[in-house]
């Protein structure tokens, strides 16, 4: 043991929190992130590091350690000096006196710093542990003949899962999607679409398919004739004002040939266009000039109502 130095223990370490870490690897050019998650591991860094040692002069605690080599385990453990300035809370220095990659920021630096940082982390303990001893892994070949994987390291604590947890889990969540009817994948298969949405072209044709009757696209187009009511059509204008604001809207919407798409399809001549792909519903991203001139001519209407004190009904989707 150094002289001025000390055993170290759980009660004489410095603290050295997630905090006091991040400002010194940020402000250190050696050290980067995937050498400094590789080194720091807790299967190396507690069965490497021993002979720990603290001295402390005012402000400054200084921590001396020895860190076994990881690939060749029978050779001198290299020795560690940290500098910690208790006062600021503050890494001041942490070197390495027998590697050669010291300067460069070498892994036995970055081991025995992350090693400070998880005793510090560790909960209070009425027993005193003291460190000033030999590494676990110099004493494979010694006294230790071998070691276990499973003795490298802590062992992780395996947690069992309540399945029962997990299906209540489950049940409050679809219960959620119901009651708030969120828009995601899940609603799909755990919600029952209103009497309007079952107008949509994609509801018809999963209806139509679990029917009986055969499938051909006669039998399909009576389907349709058969399920849309006139109350269901009412029902669908007035519940898809606002249009492009309107999520039934483009439900609605999806795959319905109009005049102008039928005009469309005869004069086009591209097999899968975007002709195709706005009949199947699919929506632009962006907004065209004539599109956001359509959306503010709707303020122009609102005010000219106010004017000339009419009202003009607004009209959803019309079948």
Known sequence: ?????????????????????????????????????????????????????????????????????????RSKPYSIICKINENNNAIKDIKCLDCVASAGGCKHRIAFLMWLHRRSEEPASTSTICYWKKPVLAQVGSSIKFIKSVDIGRKSKKTLVDVNRVNDFAEEAFNLVKKQKYTCPISVHICIPTDVETLSLHNLMTAFVASDLEHTADNFIIFCNDSLTNENIASACALSHNQSENSLWFKLRYARMTASKLYDVAVCKTPNGSLVKQIMGVTKQFQTAAMKRGINLEKVIHELERQINCNIRSAGLQF
Do not use: W
Not at 23 to 35: A, D, L, M, P, Q
Not at 50 to 58: A, N, P, S
């Open 1 to 73: 043991m150094e002289a001025g130095f000390q055993k170290a223990d759980t009660h004489n370490l410095p603290r050295v929190d997630i905090h006091m870490l991040y400002e010194f690897i940020k402000t250190t050019s050696s050290f980067s992130g995937v050498k400094a998650v590789r080194s720091g591991r807790e299967n190396y860094g507690d069965s490497a590091v021993g002979y720990v040692q603290v001295k402390r002069d005012g402000d400054i605690c200084i921590v001396r350690g020895r860190v076994c080599l990881e690939h060749k385990l």
